[in-house]
């Protein structure tokens, strides 16, 4: 397509702002789930389910085009991930049965996935001079910080608007639709070869990334792992075991988790990586441990204080991982590594979530979560004595 494209500071801003929006859409349905969950009676197990198929759709996206935007463009797969994201909002529009949210959740899969990939790579190549060394943490917190968002936003507009099962889906398409209309304005940073041809993505990581990837995917599971409970059930945990049933208050938790960290990894951008990882690790075993003691004791406050500390920890080790794979990455191999690392952390976000759904069947929803956090605590701690044994070699 030829016409006018923007300047390199604005079709930046244009990747990072579309990026942010499409990751709201993905957390949206959260605050939303208790809802659902009445008015089409489904177990916490299903709803784990339902919020599984999204990750689901992340996975098939990022095997099957996880590289595509190496070959095809940046701006190609960004308006087919935003299309993505347009038709799950419009789904929502009209879910009345629970496949229907299924399909919704697949939708918002298929475009977290195209953006995962596409987007991040494409926010380090628009980056203007002077945001150069901050685009990788910009890429990042634009992705934790939409995850962030959506329940907020959708959680306020539950408790304080009208229609609360469409008003959030019907402004998110509206949104979806301006973003697209700016990407068409962005220009393209990939050489496209002629004649190239689409092909699925075989997982791969260059030989010289290896050692990085292994350890910054350990964290970045237990990271993940852990944002899977709070955006799949934490209403329930909220409601059921702390007795505050707000839409509100149950998108203020998982947005305290997520904003905390989107904030750290903007204001972590100058520490060390290696240094960075290891505070990480140590932040998210910290954060984790208070989060499962919050809810054997039914402590609020420390529920909070769980969701700041993990959330800081989680932001510090995800962004120093991703800053490393994506700048060590040659450039026509970069979507594909960053793809081939969001591989591992979506299926942290779905599997361990669906075992949480169909445990709290048998054991209940208070053993299970801290049963739960103590895992994720310990895989948490195993990554950070990787860390620490490579250092003393």
Known sequence: MSGPRLGPAPAFFCVVLSFTVVMVGTTMPTPIYPLYEHRLGFSTLVQTVVFAVYAVGVLATLLLCGRWSDVVGRRPMLLAGLGAALASSLVFLGADRVWVLLVGRFLSGVS???????ATAAVIEAAPPRWSRRAAPVATAANIGGLGLGP???G????????????????????????????????????????????????????GLRGTFVTSATAGFAGFALLGLFTAVSPQVVAHVFGRSSAAVAG??????LGASAAVQLGSRRLPGRGALVGGCALLVAGVLLVGVSVEVASFPLLVAGAVVAGAGQGMSFTKALGALSTGAAPERRAGVTSSYFLVLYVALAVPVVALGAATQAWGLVTTTFAFSVAVAALCAAALLR???????
Do not use: I, K, M, N
């Open 156 to 207: 306020l507009a539950v408790r304080y608007l009208p229609a609360p099962l469409r008003l959030s889906f019907a402004v998110h398409a509206g949104c979806v639709v301006v973003c697209a209309a700016l990407v068409l304005l962005v220009p393209e940073t990939v050489d496209v070869a002629p004649g190239a041809r689409l092909r699925p993505q075989r997982p791969s990581v260059p030989a």
């Open 387 to 393: 860390l620490l044994r490579s250092r003393e070699r």
């Open 112 to 118: 977290a996935g195209v953006f995962l990939g596409a």
């Open 152 to 154: 907020l936003l959708a």
């Open 252 to 257: 203020l938790v998982v947005f305290l988790l």
